[in-house]
């Protein structure tokens, strides 16, 4: 399936659902605070805040004036894709990633079409080089997008990409401007590391982290049609009973890493949303706009 055919697809497909309304209902939430560009000026009325008081504006009139801000408009949106080879793998369920992760740019496309506001993706190369896109809106840059990261993910099989960690502190140090970054890994690292970087982005930008179900590396079938040999007794291995022992230590690990990844989310306010298929992506999105919510209500 071309790119093409894909962004029709998907786009037919959000374009129906009822959930993007709901979506659509708690975007403006993803952002906290409510502008930062002074609109204008105005007597003071009782409940507003003490903050939005215009000190100079209240001494020079001798009344006092509460500062009114215009709402944020051309809000961006930045995807940082993970670009490892284990990328073009399977999930361990069977769902190609790529469908995960173009599913997500093309619902984030359809908010920034609908909103005017702007998106860009961030990827690394295989030389371990890190680019950040540019950002728009249009249906044109959001398939520029798709192919971009269509690209990189097949050239993260030919080399070395950067790390998430490396990505997140690119984004870090280039992106200055307040904007919505949209983490999609299938990383099975431990994110206690990445908890430093997180806490530095939280301050400025609003972190949303989707965690694609990882591949399985065990295999019921050996390779090459080859018997398996213990080196010890010399004796023929059943790899099906070794692969069922070592999946399940797998799997364990894995809900390990999961549990410790939503506490590194939750307590550096990050929105934290994981899918084992591409029909969970609306309903995982949805509730993490509804965390980021929360969160901003918060602080």
């Known amino acids: ?133 540019r950002f728009g809106y249009s249906n044109n840059h959001i398939e520029k997008m798709l192919r971009n990261v269509d690209q990189s993910l097949q050239d993260g099989l030919r080399g070395n990409p950067p790390s998430i960690a490396n990505m997140l502190d690119r984004v870090h140090t280039s992106v200055k401007q307040r904007t919505a970054i949209f983490i999609i890994s299938d990383d099975t690292n431990d994110q206690t590391e990445l908890k430093p970087i997180l806490n530095k982005l939280s301050v400025k930008h609003q972190l949303f982290w989707m965690h694609i179900e990882p591949s399985s590396p065990f295999t019921q079938e ?33 809900i390990k890493l999961s549990e410790t990844r939503k506490k590194v989310c939750k307590s550096t306010g990050v929105a934290y949303g994981e899918t084992q298929n591409t029909d969970q992506l609306l309903v995982e999105l949805r509730k993490m706009f509804i965390q980021a919510k929360n969160y901003a209500k918060r602080h």
Not at 43 to 59: F, N
């Open 222 to 254: 050996t390779p090459y049609n080859q018997p398996i040999i213990d080196i010890e007794s010399k004796q023929n291995v059943d790899v099906g009973v070794i692969s069922q022992v070592l999946q399940k230590e797998w799997d364990t690990e894995l």
């Open 1 to 133: 399936m071309t790119i093409q055919q894909i962004v029709a697809k998907k786009l037919k497909l959000y374009a129906r659902r009822r959930a993007v309304t709901l979506l659509d209902g708690n975007y403006d939430s993803i952002f906290k605070g409510k502008g930062v560009e002074l609109e204008s000026l105005r007597p003071y009325v009782h409940g507003d805040s003490i903050k939005d008081i215009d000190w100079k504006s209240t001494a020079r009139t001798g009344n006092v004036h509460t500062r009114l801000y215009s709402p944020l408009r051309d809000q961006r949106i930045l995807v940082v894709v993970d670009c490892s080879s284990s990328m073009n793998l399977p999930s361990k369920s069977g769902m190609n990633k790529k469908d995960a992760i173009f599913g997500v740019i093309v619902t984030l496309g359809m908010f920034v079409s609908k909103n005017r506001d702007v998106i860009a993706s961030c990827v690394g190369k295989p030389d371990g080089t890190i680019n950040i896109g």
